[in-house]
Structure formats: structure tokens, C-alpha cells
């Protein structure tokens, strides 16, 4: 059977263990109730109606997903990320920054002058990042 336009079950499982930290249970849970048919496919249209669903819940999750954001960056976890934190993040997403930018960035949003960013001045740094 040919299935244009669609993705395995096995493969939509797969990305969303990558967004569940792993979460093998948690994944193909969701994935189940994204593919409405139960034909172990995901079709597009079973996928946008999924994303417009998570997009009518987006603003209460947005702050949990900062949250969650700001602890994978916050590797030692004392509640502020630092320039070699966030400088180590950005490479595992193949997103290079040199640290004077990445710097400016910080500095840009440190409110308390202490040359970290808390949870508060990175929801800032997302802010300018990506606009609503």
C-alpha cells in the first residue's frame, strides 16, 4: 500500500520520544491518539488537526514549555543558565553562536547584573527570539 504524505507510526513515535525526553510510554500514547484511523499511519490532515489542537492549548503550555526549556539548558541546575550552558546548548542543535554574541544576548536581558540568565530574563531572550 502506497502511503504518500504520511508517517509511520514506528517513525511519528521516534520524533516524539525526542520531545519527551525519551519517553517510550508518553510517545506512543500520543501518537495513538494522533492517528484517528488506527491505520499505524499518520496522515497529514490526522497531523494538522492534532497541531491546531496543541496550537488552542499553546498559551497556557507556553510557560511550562519555557520551563522545561530553561532546565534542559540549566545543565547543573542552580536556576540560572550561564554563557557556556547556553553556548553548549545551542551546539547540540548545530546552532553555533560566538560566545560575544551570545554574551550580548545575555547581557541584553540580565536584569540583576549577575551575568546569568534566570527563568524570567529567558523568557525575555525567547521573546526576542521568536515573536508572537
Known sequence: AEHRGTVSNQ????FLMAIF???????????????VDDDGHVEEEEFLDWA????????????EIHAHMFKMIDTDG?????????????????????????????LDVDEDGNGEVDLEEFKMILEKLIPQ
Open 11 to 14: 517513525n511519528m513515535t521516534a
Open 21 to 35: 525526553d525519551g519517553n517510550r510510554d508518553v510517545a506512543m500514547k500520543m501518537c495513538a491518539m494522533i492517528d
Open 52 to 63: 491546531s489542537m496543541i496550537e488552542l492549548n499553546h498559551q497556557e503550555d507556553e510557560d
Open 78 to 106: 542552580s536556576g540560572d543558565i550561564t554563557i557556556s550552558e547556553l553556548s553548549e546548548f545551542m551546539m547540540k542543535f548545530g546552532c553555533e553562536m560566538e560566545d560575544q554574541d551570545l554574551m550580548m544576548i545575555m
